[in-house]
């Protein structure tokens, strides 16, 4: 696909984000990978009013070389990259859902929502909660860096989820899906639930795999 495309395409999806509630004022932030480097979202913009001209354009050694300037989140969105050399793309937002149950205190860090349906272990599969950091902090994106990639979403405490994806749409469907998930986890505290056995997962996962 050639890069005057995936401009269009950025703009167009985060625009589809903003549109529907999914990011708010000059929250959140997309990127995708080129042959030479990356395109992002940049800084101090709403998802609702990019410009495809002026995306912040990124090299290979992810020096920002063109373009409005770099989101500070930029060094996330790389160490996601840096440890998935298959991922084409990475969403990145302040879903409300999705913030209000990294803000939760009994969650495993290991892998925050059980299995409540197919569609999420298809599109998500599981989810590592990385600690606390300030945004745009080296060492929230170290963290990131550090935890294995046989995931491609994570959920940053008290901040809200990032997740890759072989391409934007998928990296979009797949943010969606997590958001949709942790509304129902939400809505379903305090009942007794039944989500999809270890077994029932595992075929899933098998059938669909989802590693990036």
Request: overall charge negative; glycine content about 8%; aromatic content about 6%.
């Amino acid at each position: 696909m050639s890069e005057a495309k995936l401009r269009e395409d950025i703009v167009r999806l985060a625009w589809s984000i903003y549109d529907r509630g999914l990011t708010f004022g000059a929250s959140g932030n997309i990127s995708v990978r080129l042959d030479d480097g990356w395109l992002m979202t940049p800084t101090g913009t709403t998802m609702g009013d990019l410009d495809p001209a002026r995306l912040s354009r990124l090299d290979a050694d992810g020096v920002h070389v063109e373009g409005d300037p770099l989101t500070k989140e930029a060094v996330l969105h790389l160490a996601m990259y840096d440890r998935r050399p298959r991922a084409g793309a990475v969403v990145h937002l302040h879903s409300t859902h999705s913030v209000a149950v990294s803000c939760l205190h009994d969650i495993d860090p290991s892998d925050v929502l059980p299995p409540l349906t197919a569609c999420y272990v298809m599109r998500v599969g599981w989810l590592p909660l990385v600690p606390y950091f300030p945004p745009g902090d080296v060492n929230l994106a170290r963290a990131v860096a550090e935890m294995d990639g046989d995931h491609h979403a994570v959920l940053l405490a008290n901040h809200g989820p990032v997740v890759a994806g072989r391409t934007l749409r998928d990296a979009v469907n797949a943010t969606e899906e997590l958001e949709e998930t942790d509304r129902l986890f939400l809505a379903l505290q305090g009942m007794r639930t039944r989500p999809l056995s270890s077994d029932q997962a595992a075929e899933i996962r098998r059938r669909f795999p989802t590693e990036v």
